[in-house]
């Protein structure tokens, strides 16, 4: 089967719905999802998104906020073009419907680490679901928008796949794995766009969706686009430890109301707090820094988790702030009022990625992307709290502006090859995939996590190297299934972060090595050329 729109979008999130919706008022456009719709982060997302909206703040205070967090690496042009069209941006989004809470008669804004006024947007906190709700049904509801779930891009066609081979590195559409019907589709546009979120599962701990495999950034990789500051990966210091569940995020708001940070009994100090001799400010210490001290904690004791305990508070009152917490936690065998939190640090946000201009486009011809899938230069070194859903919108409208635009000089589509399917074995050793994937996943957290070594990353760049050599075979011989296909990405990005990690002599914002713990005069952005 082929499928044809003047536009295709690998991505159902913030970034992707937003640029379908500003396309489809000139063009047809598929956009699609591995999964269901809604599985990407926008629907995850707490907290709310960044807009300058309060009379005493300006947009030269959330620029300088940015950059203060992003650690030199932030292009400042990029941050004040983002910071300028927040407002816009949100009114959009109340012109489709999202119900932001409002107090007498303006939006009520919040303040979160990092911001130095109060400027975050909200609903409640499912901030995310309520976008992700109101982005889709706009969308379902626009002829020239073609929905389509279930559907794994696998990788990019370009000059390469054509029934006339050419060298031409212009992006004309991909191949697809339709989970319904089993087979690859040929999916064809005259401009496509990379809206495929982040790569966080590329951790064993992360609060990401199961699908942040990374797939985007791998595809345009292998499609010959530069891939930029993959290293630097932030992680929120406190999500549940729990074999079972391993990405219910414990909010800050428990340290914020007193939560201690201590080590479990059966070491020594076990049971005691550790904060106070990392950070005079204790548990109430920026994320990365308290990030890091557990992790120190729990590298030099050998442990699995470290503790946070709010059972010192009034039963009441923990109930009532955190009841979220509570019922989940309990459903689990632990009640917070009477008992510590096991908790270990998890990967939230991939700042590097696909390089992109204002525009959004890439290095090839043909291929745009936006929002977490990308390194656009608005995060730098470190994420401010609630900027990523703003890079999507901004930078999903932006792409689709400049493709709507320059529609005309975009390359005809010529003929494409199908899939080939002489790879007909399926494999009956499902269990290498997921064994793989498993020790991607512990080696990355064990060597490229929080605190880094060059011994460390060579270790894992060894591990990586063998275990590409294998999942190539693997790719060659059977069938693709989307397990595969994740996990042939996931060794992609894996070996990005390393390289990218190894090669930054210095630690700056979230990358921080015990081999090189200065920062350098000089902050360059880490790009990796094909
Ligand atoms: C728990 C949590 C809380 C957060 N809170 C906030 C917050 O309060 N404020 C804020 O600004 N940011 C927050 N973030 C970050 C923010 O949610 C994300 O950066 C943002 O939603 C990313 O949107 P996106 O459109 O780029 O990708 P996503 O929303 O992740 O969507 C990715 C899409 O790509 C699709 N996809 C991926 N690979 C493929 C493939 N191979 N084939 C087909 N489709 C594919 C997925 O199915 C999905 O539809 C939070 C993140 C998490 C995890």
Redesign the pocket.
Known sequence: MNITADVLI???????LTAALNLAETHTVAV????A?G????G??????AAVLDEGDSFEAHVNDTMIAGAGLNDRSVVEHVVEAAPRAIKHLIELGVPFAIEGDALHLTREGGHSHRRIVHVADA??FAIQQALEAAAAKNPNITLIPD???IDLVTGRHAAHFSTSGAVHGLY?YNRKTKRVETLTGRATIL????AGRAYLYS???R??TG??IAMAWRAGCRVSNMEFMQFHPTCLYNLEVKNF?ITEAVRGEGGRLKLPPGVKGGGKRFMPQFDERAELAPRDIVARAIDHEIKRLGLDYVHLDISHREPDFVREHFPNIYDKLLGLGIDITAEPIPVVPAQ??TCGGVLVDLDGRTDATGLYAA???TQSGLHGANRL??????E?LVFGEAAAKHIAANFAQLPEVPEIRAWDESRVTDSDEEVVIAQTWGEIRRFMWNYVGIVRTTKRLERARHRIDMLRREVRDYYAHFRVTPDL?ELRNLLEVADLIVRSALSRHESRGLHYTLDYPETLPDAKDTVLVP
């Open positions: 690998v991505g159902s999130g913030a970034a992707g699609i999802a591995k999964g719709l599985e990407g982060a926008t995850r997302a707490q907290g709310g998104i901030t995310g559907m794994v891009a697809a809206a495929s979120g982040g609060t990401a969706p699908g942040a797939d985007g995020l939230h946000y929002g977490e899938v709290a609630s900027n990523s859903l703003l999507c296909i």
